[in-house]
């Protein structure tokens, strides 16, 4: 039977297909190719077994039917053996299995290099696809779109300066730079003063250290200029004679095959590439070349997930050494770990300048000579350190001496110091006079603290589960480009001035979570949700309410309100309820001008799967491949067909998916100033003991203010809320609701417990249903439905409609009938957001003037606003004092003013 290879460049499926002599089929993925979406009930989530759904993207959608189309073949992955191959490989694996109904499944290989023996041998090593790891790939992203959606409620925008995303890999890299940037700073030594000399032997220059002045220092450290120049003068003019030469043995160990992190730093230091030059060609190396008429890989795999076999490369990298240097300079020295090695070590690159680049050349020659130097004997020689005197000064020299350069012959960089053709040191004897030629006073800082480097930063990253990737390499390198991070010429990486306003910005922004802490909090979280002591949708409710605690709005979220008509009155006068009847409301073209910015803190639910696309089935007997050769594109073209119309239902968004916020305009609505025209007769009222209220008093909604006018980011945009419009549509219906009849069917039915007819009767409670073998039978019901669907989803899961339900006394409640849901609420809830505390809902309430507006149910929270979504003052809010009671004057028509006397009618009114 033939077999697929799935394979993520046309470079790979050529050299696959040229090295196994067309043994295997390719076919050619280049994004990622499903949607997934899971069950926020399913067991045991995290395991990436079950609970989750895979349709095929827009971009995809052909690669999926040509998969389909070939089902009767044997099908391998072969894709890059990093995080997002093994999340691509599970998708394609649950996908196949479901559309096969479990009786086909893809098997993976990793390939370690694309060349004849590498691929026969990873043929022989088929893995089964990673679920698991795969599955936490997934709930990370989940995590991360969460987190940049709180970013955009705090910050503004979820892009730093020069549109770097500011996503978990890189606020965790920058934070981490940044604490060892002020460790750095925090325990650096103060510079001192040293001087050194350049003397002159009969073999050449060398460079001595003075390490004692009498009377000035014993160190050879110096505090200040001034003790620099009274040890000038112990020795000025007069020169240095030689003490003593000691010699001592040294060994330098060769180095192991490059790892990533460290091809990464020489690239850097020794040839100038960026990460992002070294990684592009690193995936050129790997994918292959045109050599000898053939597309053959030139290296191994850049990454790995598991372990990588090199039996086979490290025999001919041996045998190449032997050819070179003879079977004496050739030594056995596995590598540790996962390193990087030449396919054909006998390739320089100076045979390759018609498929690379200079730059390319060089990097190659790196790869191929270190590895070289891996299998061969270390270095031998000799140090020597001499003694020599001036005046009342004390001064040291070191200079080495090779006697075997042993790997040296292959390898070089870094290692110039012991390359030296000439020792000058090695001839002197005691009591020579020495030259002086050259005197440089210069400072030092002694002992620094360590900056980090490409290999430890992605040492301490790995542990955030961050390895060194392509997505890590490039943003690396985005970093460099954008002023973030810099790299100085020893390869030690210092942050820039972007990275601190970043990282300033965000310890205001989460001031109980600074700097690396809110990466461990990340990190933490996810961890138990991957390893199951948490489900991963109450794990994202968490997570999410934490941040809405503990996060602290930077940027202005203008919440317009629409302020009430103030009518020119005494402020003593009550109105009458008639003229509050002929008071004209706020038209429908009014209202709809008035919209309402508020920050979204909802949590965006999973969509619950419509059914599951694994059904366990029983194993396939002989396959006839002529057979399904034939039925494969009907099969395919139904298969097709059916995920299209399951992805074409509306369903919610998955939850994790950064939604952008569409921008509204807010607009203030112009008060009339007319004067309430008062009534012939007129309550006055007269408070006892209260002091007169302020007129035009207004109390502003309170708003999120900048914390710096400089700052960097923009302001952010309110997604839109549920319209006055439809909140009115769903009091109408939920109007319908409780005006509905009685059903037909249930009068006269049979009793559920003896199957008598029930009898229609009606208390002070109400109406209800009683059996008519009352008091032998004593089944009763409320004469209302037990239940009925509204169209309204719920406004915590958002994947039920609620429910009407009926206490015995008549009275309603709102439920969600979910399972693990456990809304309910007495008043009508509306899909809105509390832009003060960050409720998910607010419910219907009644003022005292009768009014229906929609208030914030969370205790202490007194935000309220009008159907039409215009923010007001909550009726007695300020009112903490109790009532007082009032005293009501009713006076004549005709005793509006003049100095007689008047007669009052004194009425009193109920405290």
């Known amino acids: 039977m033939t077999s697929l290879v799935i394979v ?26 499903m949607k997934v979406s899971h069950h926020s009930n399913a067991a045991k989530l995290y395991t990436g077994e079950t609970g989750f759904q895979f349709v095929p993207t827009e971009a995809e959608r052909e690669f999926a039917s040509d998969l389909l189309t070939n089902l009767y ?61 795969a599955a936490a790939f997934y709930i990370r992203s989940l995590f991360n779109s969460c987190l940049l959606r709180h970013l955009h409620r705090l910050i503004g925008t979820v892009n730093g300066p020069g549109g770097l995303p500011l996503n978990f890999t890189a606020l965790t890299t920058l934070f981490l730079l940044e604490e060892r940037e002020a460790e750095a700073a925090a325990f650096s030594a103060p510079a001192k003063w040293q001087i050194t000399a350049q003397v002159s032997t009969p073999t050449g220059a060398v460079k001595v250290r003075l390490q004692e002045a009498y009377g000035i220092t014993d160190d050879g450290f110096f505090r200040d200029q001034g003790e620099v120049k009274k ?38 230091v020794h040839l100038g590439l960026g990460p992002a030059m070294v990684l592009q060609a690193l995936q050129k190396f790997h994918a292959g070349l045109p050599i000898d008429g053939r597309q053959t890989g030139l290296i191994s795999a850049p990454f790995a997930v598991i372990p990588m076999s090199y039996q086979v490369v490290l025999f001919r990298i041996r045998k190449e050494v032997s050819t070179i240097y003879g079977s004496g ?27 690379l680049s200079p730059n390319e050349r060089q990097l190659y020659d790196l790869i191929r000579g270190r590895a070289l130097a891996s299998q061969m004997p270390e270095a031998v020689g000799r140090n020597l350190l001499m003694e020599c005197s001036g005046g009342d000064c004390l001064f040291q020299g070191r200079s080495p001496w090779l006697t075997e350069k042993g790997f040296l012959k292959a390898f070089t960089r870094s290692y110039d110091l012991y390359l030296s053709p000439d020792c000058p040191l090695r001839d002197l004897q005691a009591d020579q006079q020495l030259a002086v030629e050259q005197v440089i006073p210069e400072q030092s800082a002694g002992v620094t603290a360590e900056y980090y480097t490409f290999d430890s930063l992605c ?59 809110l990466s461990a909090y990340f990190e933490q979280t996810i961890g138990e949700v991957v390893s199951g002591r948490k489900s991963l949708d109450f794990a994202l409710k968490q997570f999410d309410q934490n941040f809405i605690m503990h996060g602290v709005p930077l940027v202005r979220v203008q919440v317009p309100r629409a302020v009430p008509v103030r009518e020119k009155k005494s402020k003593n006068i009550i109105k009458s309820p008639e003229l509050e009847s002929r008071k004209p409301g706020p038209t429908a073209e009014s209202a709809s001008q008035l919209s309402v910015e508020v920050a979204d803190f909802r949590v965006i639910e999973e969509p619950a799967l419509v059914k599951s696309l694994v059904e366990a089935t029983q194993p396939p007997a002989a396959i006839d491949e002529e057979k399904l050769r034939a039925e494969a594109p009907q099969q395919a073209e139904e298969v097709m067909g059916e995920i299209t119309r399951d992805s074409a239902q509306p369903r919610e968004e998955v939850a994790g998916e950064a939604r952008p916020p569409e921008e509204e305009s807010a607009t203030r609505v112009e008060m009339s100033g007319e004067d309430e025209v008062a009534p012939r007769e007129t309550v006055e009222t007269v408070e006892t003991g209260s002091a007169p209220v302020a007129e035009d008093a207004a109390t502003d909604m309170p708003e999120f203010q900048e914390a710096e006018q400089e700052t960097v980011f923009e302001e952010p945009l309110p997604e839109p809320e549920e319209s006055g419009q439809q909140a009115a549509e769903h009091i109408a219906a939920d109007a319908a609701i409780a005006e509905q009849p009685p059903a037909e069917g249930l009068q006269g039915r049979p009793c559920p417990d003896c199957g008598k007819p029930l009898m229609l009767k009606s208390d002070r409670f109400g109406r209800y249903w009683v059996c008519s073998d009352y008091p032998a039978c004593r089944h009763a019901e409320s004469y209302e439905i037990g239940q009925q669907k509204m169209d309204l989803p719920c406004p915590l899961c958002g994947q039920e409609s609620l429910t009407v339900k009926r206490t015995p006394t008549g009275k309603k409640l709102y439920v969600c009938p979910g399972d693990g849901c456990e809304f309910m609420a007495w008043s ?67 005793s509006s003013g003049g100095t007689g006397r008047k007669k009052v009618l004194v009425r009193r009114k109920k405290g």
């Open 828 to 894: 009508r809830p509306h899909a809105v957001t509390c832009p003060g505390c960050g409720s998910p809902f607010l419910v219907e309430k009644k003022t005292a003037a009768g009014r229906t507006v929609l208030r914030c149910p969370r205790a202490g929270c007194s935000y309220q606003q009008t159907l039409d979504g215009a923010q007001m003052e909550r009726e007695g809010a300020k009112a903490l004092p109790p009532a007082k009671k009032k005293i009501l004057v009713r006076r004549p028509a005709g």
């Open 8 to 33: 993520e460049s046309e470079a790979k499926a050529k050299a696959l297909s040229e090295q196994t002599g067309g043994a295997h089929e390719t076919l050619l993925l280049r994004s990622a190719p």
């Open 329 to 355: 300079e050739m030594i056995e020295r596995p590598p540790n770990g996962h390193v990087i090695l030449p396919l054909l070590p006998g390739l320089a690159g100076d045979h390759l300048q018609d498929v």
């Open 231 to 268: 040890a000038l003068a112990l020795f000025a003019g007069r020169p240095l004679t030689v003490k003593d030469v000691a010699e001592s043995d040294f060994t330098i160990e060769p180095p192991m095959p490059y790892r990533l992190a460290e091809l990464l730093h020489d690239g850097y």
């Open 459 to 517: 040492e301490d990253l790995a542990e955030f589960s961050l390895p060194l990737e392509s997505v890590l390499i490039l943003m690396l390198q985005e970093m460099l480009d954008k002023k973030y991070l810099a790299i100085d010429a020893r390869g030690g990486l210092h942050i820039e001035g972007n990275a601190g306003k970043v990282i300033a910005t965000l310890n205001r922004a989460f001031p109980a979570m600074k700097g690396i802490n």
């Open 73 to 133: 073949k044997d099908i391998y992955v072969a894709l890059e053996s990093d995080q997002q191959g093994e999340y691509w490989s599970w998708m394609l694996s649950k996908f196949v299995f479901a559309a096969s109904k479990g009786g086909k499944g893809i098997r993976r290989i990793h390939v370690s290099g694309f060349g004849a023996e590498e691929l026969a041998e990873a043929f022989r090593r088929v893995e089964p696809v990673q679920d698991n790891a």
